[in-house]
C-alpha cells in the first residue's frame, strides 16, 4: 500500500523530487538515490518494481539532459550490478542460466527495467545500450534451453516450474524492448543499433523454436517496432514475413481456439502491416500475398471477438489503402477477390455468432457496393463480363443467387428489394446498416433464431457512451473520484 500511495505521489509531485527546495543542498530524488539500498532491502520484489517505476517519473521529469543521465546511471547501479555478476558468471558457463535462482534474479532485473522504461520513456535507451547485447544472449541461451528441454521430455514440460520460468525471461525481454520502442525519439538510433541483432537472435530463434516454445510477444513487438518505424521498415518486412508469418499461421489455423495469445498478436502485427507499410503487401508475390488474404478472411470466421473485429478493421484498412494505391495493383486485386470478399462477408453476417461486428459489417459492405457503383473498377469481374460498365448489374445478379441459395425460403420480390437497397444505401452507413438488420431479421425469423443479439452492438454503445458521461461528471467533481482512478495526464 505504502508502494502504491508512493508512485501515486511521484506521478503527481515528480517535478518537486528533481527541484533543489528551499533549504537543501540537492533535489529529494539525489537522497533517495544515495539510500536506496536501504530503502528497498526490506522490500518484496514486486514493491520494488514498484519503487522503480516511481523514482524513474521523477527522473522522466527532469529536462537536464546531463544531470538526467546521471541519475539514471545511479538509479540502475543495483539492478546492473547484480546483472554485470550473472554475465560473468554466464560467461565461464552458460550452465549457471538452467539454476532456478540465476533464472530468479534476471526475471526480477527484467521486471525492474520494465517498470524503469515505462517510467522513463525514451531517456530509457542510456539504460538499454548497456544491456541490450547481454540480453539478446541470454535470451538465445535460454530458449535453447527451454528447446533442448522439449525435445528430451516433450512439449508437456513447457508446464514446469523452471521452464515457464525460463519462457518468463524470454516473454519480459520482448516486453521490454516493445516498451522503449513504443517510446523512442531516436528512430535513426533504433535502426542503427538495435534492429539487426533483434533479426539475428529473436527472430531466427522464433523461426527455429518449437511452437510451444515461440513467444507470442514476438509478434506484439514487431508490431510496435512497425508501428513507430513506419515505411522506414518497409524493405524489412519480407524478412520479418518469412520468419514468422508462415509458422505462426501454421501454428493457428487447424482451429478457433489453439495459441490464443500468437492469434491475436498475429493479427495485430497484420494490422500495423497494412496499415504502415502497405507497399510491402503490394510488393508480395500471387501466392504470398493469398496467403495474407485468407489469413484475413480466416480471422473474420472467429467467435473470438478480439480476433473477428481485428480481421474487420485489417479488411477495413486494406480496401481504404486500396482505393489510394497504385492503380494497376488495385484492379487485380478487385479483378481476384472483390467477389470472393463479397462472399465471405455475407456469409459471415448470416451467421449468428458474428452480429456483434454488425456496424463494420455494414461500412465493408457498403464500400465494396460504392466502389463498384462509382465504376472504380476498370476491369471486369467476371469471363462473362464483357465491359467493366457492366460490373454493378453483374455483382447484383451474383449476390441474388447467393441469396437464394444460402435462404431458399426468399422470395424473388424480396431478394430484388434486398439488394436494390444495398445498392441504394452504400453512401448512408446508418441506413445501409439497419437494411442489412432488417434482412438478417428477415431470415432469422424464417429459420426460428432469436433476432435480440442483432441490437446488441447498439446496446453496448448506447451503455459505453452514457458511462462516459458519468466519467465526466465524476471527474468534474474533486473528491468524487479515488486518486488511482484519475488519469495521469490529469495529475499534475
Same mark, same amino acid.
Given at each position: 500500500?505504502?508502494?502504491?500511495?508512493?508512485?501515486?505521489?511521484?506521478?503527481?509531485?515528480?517535478?518537486?523530487?528533481?527541484?533543489?527546495?528551499?533549504?537543501?543542498?540537492?533535489?529529494?530524488?539525489?537522497?533517495? +538515490?544515495?539510500?536506496?539500498?536501504?530503502?528497498?532491502?526490506?522490500?518484496?520484489?514486486?514493491?520494488?518494481?514498484?519503487?522503480?517505476?516511481?523514482v524513474?517519473?521523477?527522473?522522466?521529469?527532469?529536462?537536464?539532459?546531463?544531470?538526467?543521465?546521471?541519475?539514471?546511471?545511479?538509479?540502475?547501479q543495483?539492478?546492473?550490478?547484480?546483472?554485470?555478476?550473472?554475465?560473468?558468471?554466464?560467461?565461464?558457463?552458460?550452465?549457471?542460466?538452467?539454476?532456478?535462482?540465476?533464472?530468479?534474479?534476471?526475471?526480477?532485473?527484467?521486471?525492474?527495467?520494465?517498470?524503469?522504461?515505462?517510467?522513463?520513456?525514451?531517456?530509457?535507451?542510456?539504460?538499454?545500450?548497456?544491456?541490450?547485447?547481454?540480453?539478446?544472449?541470454?535470451?538465445?541461451?535460454?530458449?535453447?534451453?527451454?528447446?533442448?528441454?522439449?525435445?528430451?521430455?516433450?512439449?508437456?514440460?513447457?508446464k514446469?516450474? +523452471?521452464?515457464?520460468?525460463?519462457?518468463?525471461?524470454?516473454?519480459?525481454?520482448?516486453?521490454?524492448?516493445?516498451?522503449?520502442?513504443?517510446?523512442?525519439?531516436?528512430?535513426?538510433?533504433?535502426?542503427?543499433?538495435f534492429?539487426?541483432?533483434?533479426?539475428?537472435?529473436?527472430?531466427?530463434?522464433?523461426?527455429?523454436?518449437?511452437?510451444?516454445?515461440?513467444?507470442?510477444?514476438?509478434?506484439n513487438?514487431?508490431?510496435?517496432?512497425?508501428?513507430k518505424?513506419?515505411?522506414?521498415?518497409?524493405?524489412?518486412?519480407?524478412?520479418?514475413?518469412?520468419?514468422?508469418?508462415?509458422?505462426?499461421?501454421?501454428?493457428?489455423?487447424?482451429?478457433?481456439?489453439?495459441?490464443?495469445?500468437?492469434?491475436?498478436?498475429?493479427?495485430?502485427?497484420?494490422?500495423?502491416?497494412?496499415?504502415?507499410?502497405?507497399?510491402?503487401?503490394?510488393?508480395?508475390?500471387?501466392?504470398?500475398?493469398k496467403?495474407?488474404?485468407?489469413?484475413?478472411m480466416?480471422?473474420?470466421?472467429h467467435?473470438?471477438?478480439?480476433?473477428?473485429?481485428?480481421? +474487420?478493421?485489417?479488411?477495413?484498412?486494406?480496401?481504404?489503402?486500396?482505393?489510394?494505391?497504385?492503380?494497376?495493383?488495385?484492379?487485380?486485386?478487385?479483378?481476384?477477390?472483390? +467477389?470472393?470478399?463479397?462472399?465471405?462477408?455475407?456469409?459471415?453476417?448470416?451467421?449468428?455468432?458474428?452480429?456483434?461486428?454488425?456496424?463494420?459489417?455494414?461500412?465493408?459492405?457498403?464500400?465494396?457496393?460504392?466502389?463498384?457503383?462509382?465504376?472504380?473498377?476498370?476491369?471486369?469481374?467476371?469471363?462473362?463480363?464483357?465491359?467493366?460498365?457492366?460490373?454493378?448489374?453483374?455483382?447484383?445478379?451474383?449476390?441474388?443467387?447467393?441469396?437464394?441459395?444460402?435462404?431458399?425460403?426468399?422470395?424473388?420480390?424480396?431478394?430484388k428489394?434486398?439488394?436494390?437497397?444495398?445498392?441504394?444505401?452504400?453512401?448512408?452507413?446508418?441506413?445501409?446498416?439497419?437494411?442489412?438488420?432488417?434482412?438478417?431479421?428477415?431470415?432469422?425469423?424464417?429459420?426460428?433464431?432469436?433476432?435480440?443479439?442483432?441490437?446488441?452492438?447498439?446496446?453496448?454503445?448506447?451503455?459505453?457512451?452514457?458511462?462516459?458521461?458519468?466519467?465526466?461528471v465524476?471527474?468534474?467533481?474533486?473528491?468524487?473520484?479515488?486518486?488511482h482512478?484519475?488519469?495521469?495526464?490529469?495529475?499534475?
Open positions: 500500500m505504502a508502494c502504491d500511495t508512493f508512485i501515486k505521489i511521484a506521478q503527481k509531485c515528480r517535478r518537486h523530487f528533481i527541484t533543489i527546495q528551499l533549504s537543501e543542498s540537492q533535489p529529494f530524488v539525489d537522497e533517495i +538515490l544515495t539510500n536506496i539500498n536501504g530503502i528497498i532491502c526490506h522490500l518484496e520484489p514486486h514493491q520494488v518494481h514498484t519503487f522503480y517505476e516511481a524513474g517519473n521523477m527522473i522522466a521529469a527532469s529536462v537536464d539532459v546531463v544531470q538526467q543521465t546521471k541519475l539514471i546511471e545511479k538509479y540502475m543495483l539492478p546492473n550490478d547484480v546483472w554485470n555478476t550473472i554475465i560473468s558468471e554466464a560467461k565461464k558457463s552458460v550452465d549457471c542460466l538452467k539454476d532456478p535462482d540465476v533464472i530468479s534474479n534476471i526475471l526480477n532485473i527484467l521486471k525492474t527495467n520494465i517498470r524503469a522504461s515505462k517510467a522513463l520513456g525514451a531517456p530509457y535507451v542510456h539504460q538499454l545500450t548497456k544491456i541490450y547485447q547481454d540480453m539478446l544472449h541470454i535470451y538465445k541461451v535460454t530458449s535453447e534451453n527451454i528447446n533442448q528441454a522439449i525435445r528430451m521430455n516433450g512439449p508437456m514440460v513447457v514446469q516450474r +523452471l521452464i515457464k520460468s525460463m519462457m518468463a525471461v524470454k516473454e519480459d525481454t520482448l516486453i521490454l524492448f516493445g516498451n522503449y520502442f513504443s517510446k523512442a525519439n531516436n528512430i535513426q538510433q533504433i535502426l542503427d543499433q534492429l539487426t541483432p533483434l533479426y539475428t537472435f529473436v527472430l531466427i530463434d522464433y523461426r527455429d523454436c518449437h511452437p510451444d516454445a515461440r513467444e507470442a510477444e514476438v509478434l513487438m514487431l508490431a510496435i517496432l512497425i508501428t518505424l513506419e515505411d522506414r521498415l518497409t524493405n524489412r518486412i519480407p524478412e520479418i514475413f518469412d520468419l514468422t508469418f508462415e509458422h505462426t499461421l501454421h501454428m493457428i489455423d487447424k482451429n478457433f481456439e489453439d495459441y490464443p495469445d500468437h492469434r491475436k498478436n498475429f493479427y495485430i502485427l497484420l494490422q500495423s502491416v497494412t496499415n504502415v507499410c502497405f507497399s510491402a503487401l503490394l510488393a508480395l508475390n500471387a501466392t504470398q500475398f496467403l495474407v488474404y485468407d489469413s484475413i480466416w480471422a473474420l470466421k467467435t473470438m471477438r478480439t480476433i473477428s473485429e481485428l480481421g +474487420l478493421e485489417i479488411l477495413q484498412i486494406m480496401l481504404r489503402k486500396f482505393q489510394t494505391c497504385d492503380p494497376n495493383a488495385a484492379q487485380t486485386f478487385y479483378q481476384i477477390y472483390y +467477389l470472393e470478399t463479397m462472399q465471405h462477408i455475407f456469409s459471415v453476417v448470416a451467421e449468428c455468432s458474428h452480429t456483434s461486428g454488425l456496424t463494420a459489417h455494414s461500412q465493408i459492405l457498403a464500400n465494396l457496393f460504392l466502389i463498384v457503383e462509382q465504376g472504380l473498377i476498370k476491369v471486369p469481374l467476371a469471363p462473362e463480363v464483357q465491359d467493366p460498365s457492366q460490373n454493378l448489374p453483374y455483382v447484383q445478379q451474383f449476390m441474388a443467387n447467393l441469396l437464394k441459395t444460402a435462404f431458399p425460403h426468399l422470395q424473388d420480390n424480396q431478394v428489394v434486398i439488394i436494390e437497397g444495398f445498392v441504394t444505401l452504400d453512401q448512408d452507413i446508418a441506413g445501409f446498416k439497419e437494411h442489412l438488420r432488417d434482412f438478417l431479421v428477415q431470415i432469422r425469423e424464417a429459420t426460428g433464431n432469436d433476432t435480440a443479439d442483432l441490437y446488441l452492438e447498439d446496446r453496448e454503445q448506447t451503455l459505453k457512451r452514457a458511462a462516459e458521461e458519468k466519467r465526466k465524476q471527474m468534474s467533481v474533486p473528491g468524487m473520484l479515488n486518486p482512478e484519475i488519469p495521469e495526464d490529469m495529475q499534475d
